[in-house]
């Protein structure tokens, strides 16, 4: 009865899969498997291909209406969650920087007014301690905090599972580590960290929490698979970006655009949803800190730049000037890509190799570095008066010491004078990006401070990026481009001579340039431009700069993102394959790689020595016909392999098949899931005995029957768009088949629930199955394999 059973399950399967050879050694006709990465390193592919093996279709078996509506509450609820906490961390993160900036800066200006020796000691001294405090928490506690964590979510939505990218440590180094260095003055800005800290608060409450530290419950832990973790993680970047900024839908495009590889519909109405929630919780924090109770937390804690009441008409002749905003923006935003990558190439390969001493000291001088040059740099620039106060707009020359605004009096020998490179220099980004923004404020920085700002703060930019702290550069892009382009419209005011020619108009479409420049993004950054600046009127001007800077841009590297992941060794499979894979063909891919499989029942010994001398992360699992026909039957994976060596409930004396009678599965579907990026089970964490080792495992109940399988001669192109589209991990490439039991077409597709016509459809729906199935033999081809294989 087994023997028959076995017989029509594998006569089924040969009707839907190619024969292939016995020898594995074949180069022209094996069954070769494409990985999403070359074996070795320290990252891992995720699992987003839902392994329909038995467990997995008995689970979906058992659950009912109910459990369907509980499970999409539940992924409703947890996108509340994720706006929740996001939107708190991002609170916390703003107001603890508010408030160290600002009781610095009120010290500071307290203690030059008898001293400026003694002031700067202070303001560099408190800078150091944050910095300081930053490196250590990083280098000793949370080193995956380190830099944005930009290009490692973007691998993990890309299919990358870095391990340590979204543990707890690092949530709480990427929090308090940007507070120390954000607050500390360093070149950098705290955007970037909270799109990771975003994707952190997902994963975590996606697993209950961390078991290392004791805070984990197992009611969350409904998502298991690396497919559900995607798109809670996916939702809390978009949450960091929203919380950022203050831009839903700008988070949400920037998560659809810069990060994900994969999106849908309903995933999209999450995302939306999760942004909405976090630009509540900000909103509510803003509105109770209005109060006073928050400190010096002020209108700088969360970046908007209001520039509604600055120009709101532009004229034909300044898209020239706008033009070359663009062109710079592209220029030095491709510069600034690849003056970081050889730095950080230089620091991977030569000084943080000595250690972790050596960075906390690198840091330390930067901060040094850093405060000697916002401190000093100042002091060098002549005071200019005051001009005169335009009626309601706000600003007060010299502003009060200690408070965030334009015109600072800084070593100044009236009171009626201000410092404009103070005013850009000796204050929180934030505000300075707010000074340069401002209308109203002509002729208040001149060509000479702006230049040198620039020129400084362009270098300390490209310095501090990929220190051992966290560190973003939208706030830092913002400055650079910001500054040009002022200085830019500096000269378009003096040229044309109009009045209604704002300079902070251009420093708007400076900073859109030089981000998109750098990072060679479009729709979000426009759409954040807009939210942030509270200009609708302004975008077709900025959509006119990003195009042009991400043109100029491309014409010499990637975008940052993408020059940091292959600096960092994340194999990211792009939106558009190589040019030259258009002449190669799915077997050529794979020939370089020996295909290692395995019998459907195989001795223990065999799968712990096949474990232990390769690190492969799936297996073709083969079977032979009546008639000694070799026929691959499905791909098992490592992790399940090691899961079923750990448990050791499946293995078996007899080295024939399992009787499915007799049999039933032992474990959940549940079960085979990893922890979210650790490394999970290793063979060598499992102890098996010599009784152990002469045992089989039966592997037809944990095998994927139905994987992704193409043509060896399918152009690579489209083995490239497939497995990247599809969120693949392994791809069979197999000969051509040699029959046809069928052809889908769309009208296959359209079935409606409950609809008996339906299945007649499917049966007519094209003249080569009509054909076939008067020819075919009397079985039923329709029925999965695992049926055949179990009974």
Known sequence: MLSSHLQNGIESDNLIWSRVPESDDASTDGVGLLNSRRDGGGVDSLDYEVIENYAYREEQAHRGKLYVCYYVAVKWFFSLLIGIGTGLAAVFINLSVENFAGWKFALTFAIIQKSYFAGFIVYLVINLVLVFSSAYIITQFAPAAA?????????????????????????????????????????????????????????????????????????????????????????????????????PVGGVLFALEEVTSWWRSQLMWRVFFTSAIVAVVVRTAMGWCKSGI????????????????????????????????????????????????????????????????????????????????????PLLRKCSPCPESVPDSGIE????????GNYVNFYCKTENEY???????????????????????????????????LAMFYTLAVVTFGTAVPAGQFVPGIMIGSTYGRLVGMFVVRFYKKLNIEEGTYALLGAASFLGGSMRMTVSLCVIMVEITNNLKLLPLIMLVLLISKAVGDAFNEGLYEVQARLKGIPLLESRPKNHMRQMIAKEACQSQKVISLPRVIRVADVASILRSNKHNGFPVIDHTRSGETLVIGLVLRSHLLVLLQSKVDFQHSPLPCDPSASHIRHSFSEFAKPVSSKGLCIEDIHLTSDDLEMYIDLAPFLNPSPYVVPEDMSLTKVYNLFRQ??????????????????????????????????????????????????STRMDVTRPLLDDLLG
């Open 294 to 377: 928050c400190g010096h937390f002020g209108g700088g804690g969360f970046i908007i730049w209001d520039v509604s009441d600055g120009q709101d008409d532009y004229y034909f002749k300044e898209l020239l000037p706008m033009a070359v905003i663009g062109v710079i923006g592209g220029l030095l935003g491709a510069l600034f890509n690849q003056l970081t990558l050889y730095l950080t190439s230089w620091r991977r390969n030569s000084l943080h190799k000595k250690g972790n001493r050596v960075k906390i000291i690198e840091a330390c001088i930067i901060s040094c570095i850093t405060s000697a040059i916002s401190f000093g740099l």
């Open 726 to 775: 599809l969120g693949l991990r392994h791809l069979f490439v197999v000969p051509r088949p040699s029959r046809v039991i069928g052809l889908i077409t769309r009208k296959d597709l359209l079935i409606e629930e409950n609809a008996e016509s339906s299945a007649v459809e499917l049966q007519q729906s094209t003249s080569v199955r009509g054909r076939y199935s008067e020819t």
């Open 147 to 247: 830099g944005s964590g930009i290009p490692e979510i973007k691998g993990y939505l890309n299919g990358i599972d870095i391990p340590g990218t979204l543990l707890f440590r690092t949530l709480i180094g990427k929090i308090f580590g940007s507070i120390g260095s954000v607050g500390g003055g360093l070149a950098l800005g705290k955007e970037g960290p909270l799109v990771h800290t975003g994707a952190c608060i997902a994963s975590l409450l996606g697993q209950g929490g961390s078991t290392k530290y004791h805070f984990n419950s197992r009611w969350p832990q409904l998502f298991k698979s690396d497919r559900d973790r995607r798109d809670l993680v996916t939702c809390g970047c978009a949450a960091g970006v929203a919380a950022a900024f203050r831009a």
């Open 397 to 404: 020359c010299p502003r009060p010491p200690g408070m965030y």
């Open 419 to 453: 410092n404009d490179l103070a005013t850009i220099f000796f204050n929180t980004q934030d505000d300075a990006i707010r000074n340069l923004f401002s209308a109203k404020t002509m002729r208040e920085f001149s060509a000479q401070s702006l230049l040198t700002f």
